[in-house]
């Protein structure tokens, strides 16, 4: 069956000139789990392992067909799993009109890792935010005003289902609305408008902006969200800036009014006593959403020729919890890198939060990949 599919791919990329690429990868981690009360009678691994097979197909002539798909074998588990990130059509109907149809990345907004005006798209991996990019199911069309304000201009707007795309009652939907404009050649503006009937109701209408000052980018993102029940806002700011031609500095805010406080956060280590409490929970305790203030930092380096140093961090203001993430990476055979990664969970020492409630204290990683 996977030689029939390889085939398929094979025989269609030639057939219809559609260029195909992608991504061999292997993964080795070894855990170290928490001490918790609550974690007593849960099974947890020791050791984590996978192959993964990512595949992109690309017209890139036209530009109107995209496939993304990941498939990845468990080897310490003996699973097999495909994640088709991406699978869409562009169609380019005028020369100011296009459309979008199948599974994609909206990406309204100016966020590198969170992003306050979009509450469309799947939220993006904390620990890896470029590696993945999670798709949705919907259209989304785009009128290029350019040629009318003779500036960079344009409107979007997109529909994305929120169920299963053969059963999904349309009603539910989400509904987008994107206005972007570039201005000064430096000076990025855009407005936001989203509407969820199936989370209560919510509307959201935002306002970003991006400014390039002498290679130093500078953004900001404002939301207020108007739900049925309670109205929040949501803050980002975010700064940029590529040090020198493999180096690159990123720092990124974000505020949630729709966090838990602390008062809320000594309810739940009150509350969750057993493993069966945890495991009901377990889904509210994710790093970046649990609380109201983060702060993340990302900084890569070239160390030697072909030896880069990377580093992630990702805290928890109020209690100052926080992941850290150093990596070290090989890339001087052609097409291949190899990587030694260290991932670090600390909880506060005075205040609970996301990271006290999680599983894993600490993880060594071994990569490899393979690019083609």
Request: with cysteine; glycine share 4%.
């Amino acid at each position: 069956m996977k030689k029939t599919i390889l085939f398929l791919i094979f025989l269609i990329t030639n057939l219809y000139c559609i260029e195909f690429k992608g991504e061999f990868e292997t993964l080795f981690a070894e855990v170290n789990y928490n001490k918790r009360n609550f974690f007593e009678g849960l099974n947890f691994q020791k050791y984590y392992g996978y192959n993964e097979l990512k595949i992109l197909l690309d017209d890139a002539k036209t530009n109107k067909f995209y496939l993304e798909d990941r498939i990845r074998y468990d080897f310490i588990n003996n699973v097999y799993t495909n994640n088709l990130d991406q699978a869409y059509i562009l169609i380019n109907l005028t020369d100011i009109f296009s459309l979008k149809l199948g599974r994609q990345r909206i990406d309204f907004g100016v966020g590198y890792l969170w992003s306050a005006v979009n509450n469309i798209d799947k939220p993006k991996d904390v620990y890896n935010p470029t590696k993945y990019n999670f798709g949705v199911d919907g259209i989304k069309t785009n009128f290029d005003l350019t040629k009318f304000l003779n500036f960079p201009s344009n409107l979007s707007f997109c529909v994305v289902l929120t169920t299963d795309v053969f059963s999904s009652d349309l009603s539910n939907s989400k509904f987008g609305f994107q206005t972007y404009s570039l201005i000064f050649d430096n000076l990025e503006l855009g407005c936001v408008y989203s509407y969820n009937k199936k989370d209560f109701n919510n509307h959201l209408i935002g306002i970003y902006t991006s400014y390039d000052l002498k290679g130093f980018i500078l953004a900001a993102e404002y939301a207020l969200n108007l739900n049925k029940d309670k109205n929040f806002c949501q803050v980002l700011i975010n700064f940029n800036k590529r040090v020198s031609q493999k180096s690159f500095l990123l720092a990124e805010y974000f505020y949630n009014e729709l966090g838990y406080d602390n008062k809320k956060v000594e309810e739940f280590y009150e509350t969750i006593k057993s493993s069966d409490d945890y495991v009901r929970h377990s889904g509210l305790f994710i790093p970046g959403y649990f609380s109201k203030n983060y702060l993340f930092l990302s900084f890569n380096y070239e160390v030697l020729y072909d030896i880069y140093f990377s580093l992630s961090l990702l805290t928890n203001i109020e209690s100052f919890g926080m992941f850290l993430y150093p990596k070290i990476s090989f890339e001087r055979f052609e097409n291949i890198s190899l990587s030694i990664e260290f991932i670090k969970n600390s909880s506060g020492s005075t205040k609970k939060d996301e990271f006290y409630f999680l599983p894993h204290n600490y993880l060594y990683l071994f990569r490899i990949n393979y690019y083609f």
